[in-house]
């Protein structure tokens, strides 16, 4: 494969000579500063032949140089031998970074080029900077990638649909409204946006562009008045158009946001998000206020849409914990086939995958009522493999056959029109170690610490991280990766802003817990060659008590799957934590029951027996 | 008392009117940004009668109003009764913060006054910037108390001593050679400060101008070849102009700080802290700058000496355990005494308050070797008293007599010249209620929690806040202060940047904890009209362990006074929390053991027996 990208790069560089571009940066990202980005923007890994979900390519007349983190070091490394490109270990000691690697390869009378849609407005201001410190000039109206990639796939376009009030809880004229007032607050009576699940949630659409993610292509400009919603003429039904008519929605082609935004005329200040559009739509909103000759200018906020949607209101928080609990008897339906499949003697039992018994699940959840999609690909993990935070078995390729022995970790979530979950159980197949059993009950009791904490309101997931990282942490142990992340209402299964981690981001404003926020509580402990354990448990905010001292929330948690008893060792439990396992246990049971077959009713009475 | 304020008040406005200054605002602040201010600068206090620590005096023609913090409330609503000035609730509802206020009250053409001595960098740009928006204009060069306060204190002046090396562990010119680099990191030739600790530090004096405080006032110039010192003739001693000599230290007289940076000859830039040098010097060194014609520009920084200061060397460390050791065992004696004091019948015991004792226990103190100073005024609160966090018992005025019953609560420290200390036990003087037992408990709990935590290189106080809070939160409980502050080296009780406390102040960047910094653990519970609790134990940052999951460090407690065993209730201890508590009187017996004599070894004995 490796000559393949060789040539691609060769080719590459004659469109890079021919457009006067002497360093060439392809992201990994779409349009719209996406996680998961449609197959059309997959250039990087076009001409890398690198398939991981992070990374940047520059290519120069003489290097070409592929940047990616830790989770994929072992894997880029393979996947780039022989094409030429060099692997830059992001964050490794003597690695210059992309800023750095630019700064010393760039000098007076270059040209950096990108396409400039891929890359968000704050990244693209600060190559901007770069740019200029060295004198050299900045190209960003071409995707190189065009002329070299013939077989490319089409941009996707699916027809959008709309979400009734019954599922979003709020109709758009509402969501609106609570736009506008963060508009006028900001002394803005325009609004731009590219972020696709902020514009989904705003206009209670869904789409169907990107895998797991129920989002269509789209940007729009709100003013007072109107919403003009940019968008391909193949996703817009007739239903959409009706729509649209009632809600003063303007329908305008996808590909004539950057003019309109030239053209428009701006009567003040337009209010946006710098993680929320691209460098170049904020160039074209730029270069349209500097005509408007009103002095609107650009405010830059954090996005209001992001901000509202994280906290989900009454309806959805109804429907969401109606989702988990059907969701969650569907993943102890496959708990329940997959360790009494590996009870029975090996002639009888079926020869099971990883990706069988994926399978398996997702075929579990496709058949509840209001099911969409995957959340994502289903991980299914055995033994070592486990121990990859981001593995995912291929049919051919790496795919671990299971045993009656060691643990396997899942995880899982559905799309349904009642919610998106998420959630990861690690399930022992048969004889564990004493390691395992610690190592389990340490991830078990971190999960229920934080499941059981009361906080002050204005607690970020910066103050209470510790108390899932301080049982493993009095260990010796550490997982490489934050603790949690909010999730999306039938939308993306990792929604910001809240999230729950101990290391603090310069210049990033923590957003506090507020009731009806949801997020994943989800420690680990994973041990190269070894094993891998997970336990993710989606946990609600709820309103706990107000006194004098303030107003406390505590969490509720959503998913009700039972941990697995047989890998508790107690006595690395205290009388709190057994008391928190207990608990759950108890409300898991409650919940569970009338939703199970008699023969389900008895296995889960046996699993979430007290210890 | 409040016709004298009301008359001084009349007077300062006759001076604005003469200067045309149409609102005054004066600070509770000295020329260098001290937490702790000599008597010259209360010129707060000489307008509104208001004593607090901290406080803001605006007068205009015809309003005078003083904003001041939660902690004050009520001791401002009393002081301030008959004097004209109106109390503004800081933080309250409804009350308008100081910008707010004179954002309102000021138009075109009037003219904001203050001694812009008195106010920092940072603070002073602000106020810029507002005038600037209402197209008003800025006074700073005048104090307009000069012209009405008679019978003002003079300006502190007391020789300077020279701290030796097995003192401070690192001379001068090494921690000079430090901050050159850090200068030159920043592209700098000149560093200014007035911040009077991190002189004190960097070239290894201490004075004597403000209590408790062992400061010398005045300020720095250092570039590339010398160390400017700008501090009052009466200061200077035979030994520091010796040491003056020695070092390539000019000393200058103290007034002439601004003048100089007006004059001095600047080759590049310079770097200065705007938290460390108040809004007159700056425009100085504004001004200064701007003639030099080699384009030298003010690059602001956190201040490297803050930074600096703040992790302990070797020498420091082995110094202040040993002092911690000693001033322990004083504490130890005084709560001996008291204790046993109260046992005794009424006819036979010596009729003690809270001042009373307090005096005890600062001349036990003043028993010690190198001896210098209480580290500030001892807090002795008995019952409600102690549910103030800001009590002060004053002979004659409130001074509660101590009975054999309830709780006393003893907040103090000294200042050696091994190191500066301070503690806080809670003391039970006879028969308690459960409900106090309780409260102590959880008080304990959450002080040994802390001390007990692990945790990864790179955590702030912000991360490990919640270690503490948590078995209060989780009890409907709270303290409305922050838990933990940093401790000079004979310097101030008070010291930045290391801090516990959960909340996260928008542009403030935490302190990551390394080895060798040392930091207070004061949780508490206070029930007003009640009682008050705090368990205060001064903690030393040390290596753990590393691995492959990172560095991992932990606390070891400097502090070794035992915590009251007739307070606990054992049933509010998990196994882990009554390990901790038994482990810690262990270390706190086997370290004091040697320092006392037979009849105080059988009382530690009693005092640290295991739960």
Redesign the interface.
Known sequence: MSEIHKDRITELRKVMAKAGISAYLIPTADFHNSEYAAEYFHAREYFSGFTGSAGTLIVTADEACLWTDGRYFIQAAGELTGSGVQLMKMQEPGVPSIQEYLRGKLTEGDVLGFDGRCVPFKEGKAFEKLVKGVKAGLAIDKDLAEEIWTDRPALPCHPVMILEDDYSGEDMDSKLGRLRDVMHENGASVYIDSKLDSIMWLLNIRGADVTCNPVALCHILVDDRNVYLFIQEGEVTGELRAYAALHRISILPYDDFEDFLGIYDYKSDVLCDPDSISYRVYKAAEQGTAKSGAGAELVEAESPLQAFKCVKNAVEMANIRGCYKRDSVQLCRFIKWVTEEMKKPEAEREALTESSAAAYLDNLRAQLDDYMDLSFETISAYGPNAAMMHYSAVPGVSDAKLQPEGMLLVDSGGQYLSGTTDVTRTIALGPVTEEMKKHYTLTAVSNLQLMG????D???G??????T??PM??E???Y?CGTGHGIGYYLGVHESPPSIR???F?GR??TPFKPGMIVSDEPGVYLEGKYGIRIETILEVVEH?E?E??R?FAFEPLTLVPLDRSLIDVKFL???TRQLLNDYHMRVRSELMPLMNAEEQMWLIEQTEPV
Do not use: H, M, S
Not at 453 to 456: D, G, N
Not at 462 to 467: K, Q
């Open positions: 904490a009361v906080f002050l204005g607690c970020t910066v103050n209470l991280d510790i108390l990282r301080e942490w009095r010796g142990l550490d490489k101990w290391k603090v310069p404003q923590d008590e006194n001292w303030g406390f205290t009388p709190y």
